[in-house]
């Protein structure tokens, strides 16, 4: 088993004659953040849904670096996957966009976060 900040992996056991053992690998890894909408149902708020758009950071290409999510009321308690190259530690950065009742669509600016768990304030959308 293998720990870095964030990061939890665990590999299968292995037989070996060898002196040295050498644990870990240059591949990329997958960090899980956990989702939380608190506080009024959106629906109460004039909220149709919310938009989750997660990146990790800094900004690199590739596949599975950047997610998005569409919540609402029934997707309170949700999760998203992010693939981090070797060598980069956990940090990211949100954005949430509301579309609201009466039409209007409101983006909030990026937010950088280093923690598995994301727990976002209905309140502050």
Do not use: C
């Not at 919310?50 to 990790?56: C, G, I, P």
């Amino acid at each position: 088993t293998t720990t870095e900040p964030g990061f939890v992996g665990e590999g299968e056991w292995q037989e070996t004659s060898e002196p040295s053992i050498v644990v870990g690998s240059a591949g990329s890894r997958v960090a899980t953040i956990d989702i939380h909408l608190v506080g009024p149902a959106l629906a109460g708020l004039g909220i149709d849904a919310v938009r989750l758009d997660l990146q990790v950071d800094p900004p690199v290409s590739g596949d599975g670096r950047q997610a998005s999510l569409l919540l609402d009321d029934s997707s309170r308690v949700t999760t998203a996957s992010l693939t981090y190259p070797p060598g980069i530690p956990l940090a990211y950065s949100y954005q949430t966009t509301t579309f609201k009742s009466d039409g209007t669509v409101g983006p909030s600016d990026w937010t950088p976060q280093s923690s598995n768990l994301l727990v976002i304030s209905t309140r502050s959308l």
